[in-house]
């Protein structure tokens, strides 16, 4: 890829589909995509009515969260979606997969 010269200004030959063609070009984006995907199924789990149809409250003590059923659920049968704040950012991999645990406690009344 050489410059060529004329009376005017350089003109260079851009190799636009070499790169598109390339390993680079191809997977260009792909990771962005597969944020984007996992982002919007996760923020889809939160909004759906199943979700907001149980019977859950949200309690802040302190500097703690607590989730208190408001009716009755059978061992094992209620199934939350994981937290996820709106504006996270993900990560590929984690030093600690097995680090965020969630335990719950029936509080009978």
């Not at 923020?43 to 003590?61: A, F, P, R, S, Y």
């Amino acid at each position: 890829m050489k410059p060529e010269t004329a009376a005017g200004p350089t003109v260079i030959q851009i190799p636009w589909r070499e790169w598109l063609l390339s390993r680079l070009g191809r997977e260009a984006g792909v990771e962005a995509a597969d944020m984007a995907a996992v982002t919007s199924v996760l923020q889809g789990l939160h909004t759906n009515k199943g979700m907001t149809d149980l019977g859950l409250d949200m309690l802040v003590e302190g500097k703690q969260l607590r989730v208190v059923a408001t009716q009755c659920y059978e061992p094992g049968c209620l199934e939350l979606a994981p937290c996820f704040p709106k504006n996270v950012r993900l990560l590929k991999e984690s030093k600690k997969p097995k680090q965020h645990h969630h335990h719950g406690a029936a509080l009978m009344e």
